[in-house]
């Protein structure tokens, strides 16, 4: 895996990421060069033509992904993430398609009304004479209206449960992007609000049982999601640390005749960065040895993840922005691109905040959700 994955960075990926993130162009060729490579196929099940891999493989590709272009890996993390639902509830032809790499899948949860909380939708699901009508106004769908599907999710149909899930075709009567994404960082993730108006959908559409939506979510999503967005902020971490080691080496102060890294305050400066990298590297390693071996306390490491690597990256970007100095600002070096990919996962649903409670909430053996989803 590794080296196809590294010659389709290499060639598809690497040379275009600056100015994907300049221009917010969606990757389309870095993300087909991936399909082909059998990378968006590489969690499906062996026996639809897939690659059979774990949590742990996927990982391996986002970080290595986040460490050259953010938006690249966000949109290939949430393809897993909506894999691993359709994984276990979708169609065949579907599943068939996303291991053959020429299906991209993404999840439609968060809304404008209940914002970050995915697991309270207020969208609606209602009977239509055989067919069901979704009806929604989703606030941040990461690749809208360039995904062949998407995992969505809505009230129950008529069941008892927080939430129903639904795979919506793009092509869907109805189904409509409803903005741009012009974002500080991730900005080629074309994260941009949808609206379903009426939208019909078999009933077969529906992923699983009526009003099991959160259930599924929170066995199947959820873990990838955490997981993988934890691997994204360990690539940018990785990669802000090694712009700031190459610049530490190679600037010189003329007036001293020594390198920066000659500097004591500047070598402890730099290890404290690489020290909190290796320590967010090793707590998303400890989490998927926890899944792997089915420890206690997966569950409560699963939740803590992303926050300890969102927190990581946020606090290392600005470390490397000081220690830079003026240079970090200049955007032919690539400093400043990834530490604004840094900042976003810290406020992506589950935002930090969310994840805290939840941690806590384990910790101290009470329900996860409050109100509707408890």
Known sequence: MSTDLDTVIADAI???????????????AGLEALGKAGLLGLTSAVEVGGGGQGLRAAAEVVTALAAVCGSTAMITLMHYSATAALEAHGPEEVRRAIAEGRYLAMLAFSEAGSRSHFWAPVSTATDDGG????????SFVTAAGEADGYVWSSRPLSRPGPMTLWLVPRDAAGLRVTGSFDGLGLRANASSPMAADGVRVPADAM????????????????PTFLVLNAACSVGVIEALTAKAGEHLSRTHLAHLGRRLADQPQARSAFARVRTRADQTRAFLDDTLTALETGREDATLRVLQVKAVAAEAAAAIGDDVMRLCGGSALRRDLGIERHFRDALAARVMAPTTEALEDFVGRVSLGLPLFDGPAS
Request: proline share 5%; net charge negative.
């Open 14 to 28: 690497a040379p275009s990421a600056a100015e994907t993130d300049r221009t917010g162009a969606f990757p389309r």
């Open 131 to 138: 067919e069901v009508r979704l009806d929604a106004s989703k």
């Open 207 to 222: 992923l699983g049982t009526d009003g099991d939506g959160l259930d599924i979510a929170l066995a199947t999503v959820l």
